[in-house]
Each structure stands twice: as C-alpha cells, then as structure tokens.
C-alpha cells in the first residue's frame, strides 16, 4: 500500500533562518506530487506541484521554494524565513491517470518567531 | 481564477442534530471531492462526485452532486461527537495536473 511521510512533525524557527521540509511517499511511482500550506484555522493554498523529477510548478510568488530530486521525494525550502511563513505545510500525492483524488501526508506545522 | 465558496464557516450543533455544509461554483465543474479534516490533523478524501445530480451516501454521510454541476452538499444526520472536523470541498483548477482547489472550509463542532 501507498504511504507518504513528512519530516519533521513541528519546526520552530527564528525569521531570518532557512527552511527544509522534506516528503516521501512510499509504494507508488511518478505520482504528481503537491505542496500546501495552512494558516490557522484556514483553508488549503496551493504552494507547488511536480509532475516528475526536476519538473516544479509554483502557483504562487512567495518566499519558498521546492525540488523534486528523486521520483518519490518532494522538498519545500526557504534561504530566510519569514513571520508570514508560520502554517501547517501539507505534502500530498495522486495516484496517476485515472483519479483526481489526493492523499495528504501527516504534515509539518512550522512556527516561525 | 477557479474558486469555490463554501459556507457556513462554522457549525455548532448539539450531538444527534444534523450538519450540512454547501460549496458553489460560478462555473460548471467536472467533478468535486470531499475531505475532512480532524482538528490537528491531515485532509482525509471521503467522496468523489461526478454526475449530474449524484447522490452518494455514507452511513450517516450524504453526499449531493447538483443538477448543473456547480453545487454541492454534504449533509450529516444525527451528528455524533466523532463527527468534528472541518469538512472541505475541493474542485479541479485550471491549466490542468489535477490541481485542486479547496473551498474554505466548515469547521464543526459537535456538544454532547
């Protein structure tokens, strides 16, 4: 079965510092791949998808970035955070053709101070 | 760009009262997707609709597709303290890659 890891679980970080999310899934092969974010008691924004390896779309102009090194990893990355920044950031897949559903990673909830 | 609205933003109910949440669309949609959140915790998929007028249900959960594809709801009946949540509706977005568009979400809260 498919599972989809994201590391770490909680970040503190001052403003000023770099960032390095990282997101794994495990059990399937060149599945689009998505970055969220949440802010508190907010919706889903779209931040980034890839649909392969080195292949990244942003959707919006921010302070982050993402890569994709390796066909089942996905990295979402800052040079210096922001207070903005602070959110719930969210991975998830989709399977491939066929289905539109998404499968959500347990998250990262970043505090930026 | 693509949007959903999707109302109300917050629910309070005694436990064994029924929840519905509703999203909308200016535009025909595809299809649209349901997930729920638990408070600390990730989007989970529930439902996919695509028909014209769909109606899906879940044991408690059910699930509406309308006629011009531009609406949705989701209604519990006897909400139970399990329940709580924010419910979200997510529709394709433009330009294509399965891109999903959230509506805002409807945060319930259920008092026994």
């Known amino acids: 079965s498919q599972t989809i890891h994201q590391w770490p679980a909680t970040l503190v970080q001052p403003v000023g510092s770099p960032l390095s999310l990282e997101c794994t899934v495990e059990g399937t092969s060149n599945p689009n791949l998505y970055w969220y974010r949440q802010a508190a008691g907010r919706g889903l924004q779209l931040l980034f998808y890839?649909?392969?390896?080195?292949?990244i779309s942003s959707e919006v102009p921010q302070n982050l970035s993402a890569s994709r090194p390796q066909d089942r990893q996905f990295i979402l990355s800052s040079k210096k955070l922001l207070l903005s920044d602070s959110g719930f950031y969210l991975c998830?897949?989709?399977?491939?053709?066929?289905?539109?559903?998404?499968?959500f990673g347990p998250g990262t909830r970043l505090t930026v101070l | 760009g693509q949007q959903v609205m999707q109302i109300p933003q917050y629910q309070h109910v005694q436990e064994g009262e029924d929840f519905t949440t509703y999203c909308n669309s200016s535009?025909?949609?595809?299809?649209i997707q349901w997930y729920k959140q638990r408070p600390g915790g990730h989007p989970v998929f529930l439902i996919q609709l695509v028909k014209s007028g769909e109606v899906k249900k879940q044991k408690r959960l059910t699930f509406q597709f309308g006629e011009a594809k531009k609406n949705s709801s989701l209604h519990i009946t006897a909400t139970q303290t399990t329940d709580v949540g924010t419910y979200f509706c997510?529709?394709?977005?433009?330009?294509?890659?399965?891109?999903?568009?959230f509506g805002a979400g409807t945060r319930l809260a259920v008092h026994p």
């Open positions: 535009t025909t949609l595809s299809n």
């Open positions: 998830a897949w989709r399977a491939g053709l066929g289905t539109d559903t998404q499968y």
């Open positions: 890839s649909v392969g390896i080195g292949q």
């Open positions: 997510a529709v394709l977005g433009r330009g294509g890659y399965n891109k999903l568009i």
